[in-house]
């Protein structure tokens, strides 16, 4: 007997454009980074954005800090899980050492727009160690007139003394990471924190004059449903942080194999957690929030909503941002530089990192010296990132590519006007798949399967 098969539109599109793709937290994205700087070529990188930059616009500076007493086993962040706190003196140290390295490069004190801990768990340091840090960059650097301080913090192990220290410093932002408020998914992904620890932090951080505070929620994840993602959201509404950032749970097990943890059955099937985004979008549009970019909400007076609106919205790897510099430096292993012309990622292995500053190196590994067409499509779809359009030059186009334009136009997710390419409502769930059709390096091959997680 003939099935009759009734799909609605939505589930259409989302089997039709289900598959793997990048992010575009940079371009190239990483796994197509090829051609590498050396030490004496990324130095020059540097030292020539920091040139152009430093007066200007002040620079960036992102710290990674690894370390978790725990793992959450849908992470997908560079860590070393450990109880040993013994770790954080000399991590401190190496730290140091490398920003160090760079100053050595600069004529000026630099001058920093903004800086941001992230992970990790920067909390897992004590207080005092994270004072140490903090001091000893802002020793050797100045701020810009209003400089972007913020930090991820873990809602079971920010203690008073985490934000009181760093608020002395002029850090007003922070980033709690909430993923589900439901025990039993909590169970799961081995992240246990209550409503009261949240209301803890945020009572605490309120009063200590933080006034930009983020909750990183994820759907997808193993066991939500529809029930406990609206419950998760009400909870959210009631402290109504500034910003929510709604990631999608990105299942990548060949790289992360602590997502092996839990049974692949028990995750929501394409469709379903779909219907978990478009409910939590739903509710948060409900409560006031306004959806920036991919992923983001903000309140109405946040910053980011303001950049959105000046269209000076911007994307890096920490995600959106409303501070939009040339020059970002990255301490700390793992993590991934940019110049706006070069990338360059640290040692990825602990003892790597620490080995490459013993020996008086910068401590990359590999990166990419982005060429004319990489620096005009990194643009082109930056601008599709955080604006929802941008130019149309067909002349960027393969043959290929115009037909995932033809097939993204007639399936109304993007539409061509006034020579610009513009995402619609429906195409907003999918911005990465409107963002692939400049993406000059995206094929269907090996590649794009093991390293990408899927679209939706
Ligand atoms: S999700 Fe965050 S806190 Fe959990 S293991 Fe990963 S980096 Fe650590």
């Not at 924190?193 to 930009?212: C, F, H, K, P, T």
Request: with cysteine.
């Amino acid at each position: 007997m003939a099935h009759i098969c009734v799909m609605n539109t939505q589930e259409l599109l989302i089997k039709k454009y289900n598959k793997p793709i990048p992010r575009y937290t940079s371009y190239p994205t990483v796994p197509y980074w090829s051609n590498y700087p050396n030490q004496e070529q990324w130095k020059k990188e540097v030292k020539e954005q920091f040139i152009a930059s430093n007066t200007k616009e002040g620079i960036s500076i992102y710290i990674h800090l690894p370390f978790c007493e725990s793992l959450c086993t849908y992470c997908g962040c560079n860590t070393r899980i450990t109880v040993n706190h013994a770790v954080e003196i000399p991590y401190i140290e190496a730290l140091e050492k490398e920003f160090l390295l760079y100053l050595a490069l600069f004529d000026e004190r630099p001058r920093i727009a903004e800086l941001h801990l992230g992970g990790g768990t920067p909390t897992f340091f004590k207080a005092e160690n994270l004072d140490r840090l903090i001091s000893f960059i802002f020793k050797h650097a100045d701020v810009t007139e209003n400089p972007s301080l913020s930090f991820e913090a873990h809602p079971g192990n920010t203690n008073i003394e985490h934000l009181f220290i760093l608020a002395q410093y002029g850090f007003k932002r922070l980033s709690l990471g909430i993923q589900d408020f439901d025990p039993h998914v909590q169970e799961i992904i081995n992240r246990k924190q209550s409503v009261e620890d949240v209301a803890r932090v945020m009572n605490q951080a309120r009063s200590l004059g933080y006034d930009s505070i983020n909750f990183d929620l994820i759907y997808g994840l193993p066991d939500q449903t529809l029930d406990s993602i609206r419950k998760t959201i009400n909870e959210v509404i009631k402290f109504m942080p500034e910003r929510i950032a709604f990631y999608s749970y990105a299942h990548v097990p060949w790289l992360k194999p602590g997502q092996r943890k839990y049974d692949e059955s028990n995750l929501p099937k394409d469709d379903e957690k779909y219907a978990l985004y478009e409910l939590g979008r739903t509710m948060l549009e409900n409560a006031g929030y306004i959806e920036i970019g991919m992923d983001h909400f903000a309140l109405s007076n946040d910053s980011l909503l303001k950049a959105a609106s000046l269209k000076k919205l911007h994307r890096n790897f920490m995600g959106y941002t409303d501070n939009h510099t040339h020059l970002l430096l990255a301490l700390g292993v793992s993590s991934i530089s940019d110049t706006w012309t070069c990338f360059a990622q640290n040692e990825k292995k602990l003892e790597d990192y620490y080995r490459r500053l013993d020996n008086n190196e910068l401590p990359i590994m590999k990166g990419h010296l982005l060429s004319e067409d990489d620096l005009i499509r990194r643009k082109l779809i930056l601008e599709m990132m955080c604006t929802l359009k941008t130019a149309f030059k067909p002349e960027l186009l393969n043959s290929s590519m115009f037909s995932l334009l033809n097939e993204l136009m007639a399936d109304n997710l993007v539409q061509i006007f006034d020579d610009k390419i513009e995402v619609s409502y429906t195409g907003k769930s999918l911005l990465r798949n409107c963002c692939s059709v400049y993406d000059a390096y995206l094929t269907n091959d090996a590649i794009v399967h093991q390293k990408f997680s899927m679209a939706v």
